[in-house]
Structure formats: structure tokens, C-alpha cells
């Protein structure tokens, strides 16, 4: 089954602790892309990464870093998160051709609270 | 002014009627548009993608676009209560080369339908 998995789905941590959420696909997408979700402020990207060793700042990249160091793996690491970091996280993928980034495949989205 | 913006909603239409949902966008060069449907507490999903002025049509949704005032559009016809969801405008700002590839989320608007 195609599909974009995320591990841990909860995560309740506390301020300083870093923690990298992990995102893996199963269809061979070139442009894997990490978003944030909050109430008001709808779906802002983070980073995405175009393939392997190719990465990019999205629009709230401060705080976060991310590896392609396998074209399946795109993980999340929050070296020190913070409060204001608590949010809804999803991974997506798609293929990436002429015309750009195509239909992104979310995976089920984890949910990081820090204390 | 946001990159893109939508009508937060909530939006309710009778069962049956058209639901029309609209998006403005600030890039003009933007190149590829995107509708996705969220249903509270899951992921987004693709509903339609348009690269090119004008109506594309898949069963009962329609997308619009008009480049030249800076709006896409999405038209539900008979709408069903499986509708009721929170649907996302998404934006590919630039033209699409290597390093340009984020995406834009709207906030979304929370649209009801009523049976």
C-alpha cells in the first residue's frame, strides 16, 4: 500500500529535550516536505527537500532541521524544542517533474506538545 | 497581504446546492494550484490541481482559474454532508526550477453542508 508514515503520532515532551520525528515513504517520491499546523494559521511549510542531499527552507523554517540522506527518509529534528513549537506536524510527499511539485501525499500527522 | 488568502468560514450550504470556495493569491507568476480537503482530525487530501486559466471539471467538483485577477476557485455541485470538511488552497509560488519549490498553504474554510 502507497502510503507516507510518521512516527511517533504523540509526543508530549519538555523545553530543551530535542527529538526528531521521523517520515518515510513507499512510492518513490523525489520532494518529501514537512508542514506545521495551527488553528488560524492553517498549513505553513517548513522545509522540503527536492531528493537526496537537496534540502530548502520553507516559510517557518527557525528552530528546526532536517536530513535527505535516503530518498524514503525525511526526518524532523527539533534540537531544542520550545513551547511555541507545539503544534501539529505532517510529513507529505510527491513526485516532482517539469511542472514542479505534483500532488503531495500526507502521512496521518504527529502531535508534539513541549511543556 | 498574505501569499494566499481564503474565507475562513465557516460556510454552510444546503444538501444538494452548489458550494463555491474561494482563493486569491499575491504571487503572479504563481504556476500550479491546488484544492485539498481536510476532515477534522485527519490528513489533507488531494481534491483537484489546475496549471491553466480557466474550468477543469472532475465528477462533481470544478476548479477555476483566472491568472489575470489572481483567483482560483472550486465549486462543489450537489453537495453531500460527506463534504462538510475544511478545504485548503494551496499555491506554488515562481516557475518551477530547481530550488523553487515551496508550497503556500490558505488558512482553509470550514465548510457545512446541511441536510
Known amino acids: 500500500e502507497a502510503q507516507v508514515t510518521q512516527n511517533p503520532r504523540y509526543l508530549i515532551t519538555v523545553t530543551g529535550k530535542k527529538l526528531t520525528v521521523t517520515c518515510s515513504q513507499n512510492?518513490?517520491?523525489?520532494?518529501m516536505s514537512w508542514y506545521r499546523q495551527d488553528p488560524g494559521l492553517g498549513l505553513r511549510q517548513i522545509y522540503y527537500?527536492?531528493?537526496?542531499?537537496?534540502?530548502d527552507k520553507g516559510d517557518v523554517p527557525e528552530g528546526y532541521k532536517v536530513s535527505r540522506k535516503e530518498k524514503r527518509n525525511f526526518p524532523l529534528i527539533l534540537e531544542s524544542p520550545s513551547p511555541n513549537q507545539t503544534s501539529l506536524y505532517f510529513c507529505a510527499s510527491s513526485l516532482w517533474g517539469l511542472a514542479g511539485v505534483n500532488e503531495q501525499f500526507f502521512g496521518p500527522g504527529t502531535r508534539l506538545t513541549v511543556l | 497581504q498574505k501569499e494566499v488568502e481564503q474565507n475562513s468560514g465557516p460556510l454552510s450550504v444546503p444538501e444538494g446546492a452548489i458550494a463555491s470556495l474561494n482563493c486569491t493569491y499575491s504571487?503572479?507568476?504563481?504556476?500550479?494550484f491546488f484544492w485539498y480537503r481536510q476532515y477534522s482530525g485527519k490528513s489533507p487530501e488531494l481534491i483537484m490541481s489546475i496549471y491553466s486559466n480557466g474550468d477543469k471539471e472532475d465528477g462533481r467538483f470544478t476548479a477555476q482559474l483566472n491568472k489575470a485577477s489572481q483567483y482560483v476557485s472550486l465549486l462543489i455541485r450537489d453537495s453531500q454532508p460527506s463534504d462538510s470538511a475544511t478545504y485548503l488552497c494551496?499555491?506554488?509560488?515562481?516557475?518551477?526550477?530547481?530550488?523553487?519549490?515551496?508550497?503556500?498553504f490558505g488558512t482553509g474554510t470550514r465548510l457545512t453542508i446541511i441536510p
Open positions: 494551496a499555491v506554488k509560488p515562481g516557475v518551477s526550477n530547481f530550488g523553487n519549490e515551496k508550497l503556500t
Open positions: 527537500s527536492m531528493n537526496v542531499e537537496v534540502t
Open positions: 504571487d503572479r507568476v504563481s504556476q500550479s
Open positions: 512510492m518513490n517520491h523525489e520532494y
